[in-house]
């Protein structure tokens, strides 16, 4: 079953913060879904009925109504949430999580514990760029009460949303500290750059629209090219130039191996996390 071929599968989200409602505005306007949101701060469903997002009471009437109970927690609240709705669950819904280091165990566990019937579990990953349509998401189907309908389900309404790649949940510690963790390493860098440019003289604003415009279109440089991140990078160092100079810089400081630490140090912390 694809997003297209789904008729009119209910998604409801619980919990339309920052990333529940981006996906939920993703999904907005797509062919064969209706979308579901609850939030106890009423406001947060309230404020995407311009999305077509009907409004629940309670978690567990939305749970009830939804073909997809997708949870947009924070991880803490995940356990909770899932004991509440549990009843409310059967086993041919599908619960996706998108919460950090909640293992799809832990939450069959808090399900089973509550005594609901069993119902499977996509986990999911996703970044920050989801809250303007680009993405990048990490589905994990491991569970194995999954069946191929719902797993393409699912696939399809990210696949509709951003990027998407399937990885074992042994993966997801790794892809959290490069993908879900990278959007802060990349902001890290761009306000380096722009402290930069206004110590050099441009103004805030100016140096601001400068750096945006150096990430975007360097990235669409390495998409569109499809050359090699060391072939672009050497193609601006010209033999002897200003570049060379700078990225001797970067070497004699170690700046790489910095960096390959400070994404190992998320690594190991999701690790543990997800014990
Ligand atoms: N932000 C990221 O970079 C990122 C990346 C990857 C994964 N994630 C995961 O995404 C999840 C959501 O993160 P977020 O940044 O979107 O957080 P958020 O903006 O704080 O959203 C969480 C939402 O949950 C609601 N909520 C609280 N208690 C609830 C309950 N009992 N039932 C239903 N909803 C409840 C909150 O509503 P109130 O405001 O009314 O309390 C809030 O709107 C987290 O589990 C996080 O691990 C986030």
């Known amino acids: 079953m694809t997003v297209s071929s789904t008729g009119n599968a209910v998604i409801g989200c619980i919990g339309c913060g920052n990333m529940g409602a981006a996906i939920l505005r993703g999904l ?9 949101g609850y939030n106890p701060t009423p406001a947060r469903v309230l404020a ?3 999305a ?3 409004a629940m009471p309670d978690a ?3 749970a009830a109504q939804a073909d997809v109970v997708l949870l947009g927690v924070k991880p803490y609240m995940v356990p909770e949430v899932l004991r509440a709705v549990a009843p409310s669950l059967r086993p041919d819904k599908v619960v996706v999580s998108i919460a950090s280091g909640v293992s799809i165990a832990a939450m069959k566990a808090a399900m089973a514990e509550a005594g609901g019937p069993e119902c ?3 986990r999911v990953m996703p970044n920050t760029p989801a809250m303007v349509g680009k993405g990048v998401y990490a589905l994990c189907f491991d569970d194995p009460a999954l069946d191929q309908s719902r797993r393409d389900l699912v696939r399809g309404l990210f696949e509709s949303i951003g990027t998407v790649v399937a990885l074992p949940e042994s993966k997801f510690a790794a892809f959290t500290a490069v993908v879900g963790c990278g959007p802060a390493y990349v902001f890290y860098f761009m306000e380096a750059v722009t402290e930069v440019a206004v110590t050099l003289g441009f103004t805030r604003q100016d140096a601001t629209e400068l750096v945006k415009g150096l990430f975007s279109g360097s990235v669409a440089l390495a998409e569109q090219s499809g050359t090699h991140l060391s072939v672009l990078r050497e193609q ?5 130039g200003n570049t ?3 990225i001797n810089q970067l070497d004699r400081e170690a700046v790489r191996g910095r960096i390959m630490d400070a994404v190992l140090a998320a690594y190991k912390r999701g690790l543990e996390m997800e014990k």
């Not at 907005?28 to 579901?36: K, P």
């Not at 601006?236 to 002897?240: A, Y």
């Open 52 to 54: 077509g997002v009907r």
């Open 28 to 36: 907005s306007g797509r062919e064969g879904l209706s979308l579901l």
């Open 120 to 122: 499977p579990v996509v």
């Open 60 to 62: 567990a009437a939305l």
């Open 48 to 50: 995407l009925a311009d």
């Open 244 to 246: 060379i100079a700078a």
């Open 236 to 240: 601006v160092c010209s033999p002897g």
